[in-house]
């Protein structure tokens, strides 16, 4: 069992910077890929950005390439999703994710068993 805690968002303006926090419980953190999804009332959660077990693999939506870097730190069982220039339409609940998938799986949100309760992330124009 693992369980998630976002945390860091907040009301920023359009191109400022927020780093959003995901710690996870558990031993066992490393062994999990750690993806990071968003949803905006009305519309389905989309992936954001993903990261592999190992590191080795990371993998982004278009439209944050270049703007959002994930990471994650396994001694201190946290991932981190560093966003900048952000922009009006990044507004949304962002959730992290835990998952035993392939590096290819990435973005599939099926593939990932655990959830955390989200943070909202509000960019004002």
């Known amino acids: 069992q693992v369980q998630l805690v976002e945390s860091g968002g907040g009301l920023v303006q359009a191109g400022d910077s927020l780093r959003l926090s995901c710690a996870a419980s558990?031993?066992?953190?490393?062994?999990?890929?750690m993806g990071w999804f968003r949803q905006v009332p009305g519309k389905e959660r989309e992936f954001v950005a993903a990261?592999?077990?190992?590191?080795?693999?990371?993998d982004y939506t278009d439209s944050v390439k270049g703007r959002f870097t994930i990471s994650r730190d396994n001694a201190k069982n946290t991932v981190y999703l560093q966003m900048i220039s952000l922009k009006p339409e990044d507004t949304a609940v962002y959730y992290c994710?835990?998952?035993?998938?392939?590096?290819?799986?990435?973005?599939?949100?099926?593939?990932?068993?655990?959830w955390g309760q989200g943070t909202q992330v509000t960019v004002s124009s």
């Open positions: 990261i592999s077990s190992n590191e080795i693999t990371t």
């Open positions: 994710a835990a998952g035993q998938l392939a590096p290819w799986l990435l973005r599939n949100q099926r593939g990932y068993d655990y």
């Open positions: 558990g031993r066992t953190f490393s062994s999990y890929a």
